[in-house]
Nanobody, 120 residues
Framework: VQLQASGGGLVQAGGSLRLSCAAS????????MGWFRQAPGKEREFVAE????????RYADSVKGRFTVSRADTRNTVYLQMNSLKPEDTAVYYC??????????????WGQGTQVTVSS
């Protein structure tokens, strides 16, 4: 199983980025997928997750109202639209998938991470 994350980069504060994560090797069409991040010197933290249908979502308080998690129709790709970015959003962002069918999920598979840097 592989989770390939992409879409990271350098953006100014207030800007936007869209992260994508495509899963291969098995289908997660009935499972939760999500995003986590890890800033330098800090532990990895939860960002957002979405259930299999895309209807149910959950967000960390720090990103509510600014980030939107969604899934492609194929259900094996998850997106994270990040708006109104702040310097404190700077981190390596990881996508994850697991066997859970509802949120909050438990995660068994992790992508390699994509760097997001927000300049002030």
């Amino acid at each position: 199983v592989q989770l390939q994350a992409s879409g990271g980069g350098l953006v100014q504060a207030g800007g936007s980025l869209r992260l994508s994560c495509a899963a291969s090797g098995r289908t997660f069409s009935r499972n939760v997928m999500g995003w986590f991040r890890q800033a330098p010197g800090k532990e990895r933290e939860f960002v957002a997750e979405v259930n299999w249908s895309g209807v149910l979502t959950r967000y960390a308080d720090s990103v509510k109202g600014r980030f939107t998690v969604s899934r492609a129709d194929t259900r094996n790709t998850v997106y994270l639209q990040m708006n109104s970015l702040k310097p404190e959003d700077t981190a390596v962002y990881y996508c994850a998938a697991g066997m859970s069918t509802s949120i909050p999920g438990n995660y068994d598979y992790w992508g390699q991470g994509t760097q997001v840097t927000v300049s002030s």
